[in-house]
């Protein structure tokens, strides 16, 4: 029951390369026999936690992007009609340029090669 006061976060930053996919993670299929994508089977599976246990309440959805992933994840969502999934309920949040790197253990924060006054950024 307590699913069904709950909202849900997607971590989807990540492209399929290492994967041997050539697009967003989130567009793989789950499985061969339909092609359900893991967008799709996520957005059902909140979709059902709704149906059942949200008393007519809309659970919310949030997906953080990157600058790689950002428009296709739109597109896939739009193409596709949200999954079922009202437009409302989803918040799509493009993540910065990412995180200061650092040189060492002690964390020492990493400047750039070029300019001692720019940090370097992890994704």
Same mark, same amino acid.
């Given at each position: 029951?307590? %699913?069904?006061?709950?909202?849900?976060?997607?971590?989807?930053?990540? #492209?399929?390369?290492?994967?041997?996919?050539?697009? !967003?993670? !989130?567009? #793989?299929?789950?499985?061969? =026999?339909?092609?359900?994508?893991?967008?799709?089977?996520? !957005?059902?599976?909140?979709?059902?936690?709704? $149906?059942?246990?949200?008393?007519? &309440?809309?659970?919310?959805?949030? !997906?953080?992007? $990157?600058?790689?992933?950002?428009?296709?994840? %739109?597109?896939? #969502? $739009?193409?596709?009609?949200?999954?079922?999934? /009202?437009? /409302?309920?989803?918040?799509? %949040?493009?993540?910065? &340029?990412? %995180? +200061? =790197?650092?040189? /060492?253990?002690?964390?020492?924060?990493?400047?750039? $090669?070029?300019? +001692?006054?720019?940090?370097?950024?992890? +994704?």
């Amino acid at each position: 029951e307590e %699913v069904g006061k709950c909202g849900f976060v997607l971590v989807a930053g990540g #492209l399929g390369e290492r994967l041997g996919y050539g697009d !967003i993670k !989130i567009g #793989l299929p789950t499985e061969l =026999a339909t092609g359900t994508t893991y967008i799709q089977f996520y !957005i059902e599976t909140i979709l059902a936690f709704q $149906s059942r246990y949200a008393e007519g &309440k809309k659970l919310p959805l949030c !997906i953080m992007t $990157s600058g790689d992933t950002n428009d296709k994840t %739109v597109a896939l #969502l $739009s193409k596709n009609n949200y999954f079922g999934m /009202d437009e /409302d309920q989803i918040t799509i %949040v493009v993540q910065g &340029k990412g %995180v +200061p =790197a650092l040189n /060492d253990n002690d964390a020492h924060i990493a400047p750039t $090669s070029n300019n +001692p006054y720019d940090i370097q950024m992890k +994704p």
